[in-house]
C-alpha cells in the first residue's frame, strides 16, 4: 500500500512560492520546460490544478498528462512538487 501523500501541501524539501509565481532565482535562457515521465504518470490531473499558467492538459488517447504549452512555464516548481509520483521533472 502506497504512503498516505497530503497533496495539497508541498513537499517539505521545496520551497515555498504562490501558485504560478515564477522561479526568480532562474533566469530567461535557463528555463526549462516540465517533462513528463509517462511510465510513471497515472493522468490524476493534479498537475493540472496547480500550475498557475495552465501548462499542462489531458491527452485524450490515454488520459495523461501533457504539457501543452511548455515555453510558459515559469519554473514555478508546483507541478514537479505536487506529483505524487514524481513523473514530472524539471531539470533535465
Known amino acids: 500500500m502506497a504512503p498516505e501523500v497530503n497533496l495539497l501541501r508541498p513537499r517539505r524539501d521545496s520551497p515555498v512560492r504562490r501558485r504560478g509565481e515564477p522561479n526568480s532565482a532562474v533566469r530567461e535562457e535557463e528555463k526549462m520546460p516540465p517533462k513528463i515521465d509517462y511510465g510513471k504518470c497515472d493522468g490524476c490531473g493534479i498537475c493540472i490544478f496547480v500550475c498557475g499558467k495552465t501548462v499542462f492538459s489531458l491527452r485524450p488517447s490515454d488520459q495523461k498528462v501533457l504539457p501543452k504549452k ?8 508546483m507541478c514537479q512538487d505536487s506529483c505524487r509520483i514524481g513523473a514530472i521533472s524539471i531539470k533535465g
Open 70 to 77: 511548455a515555453k510558459e512555464c515559469v519554473n514555478c516548481f
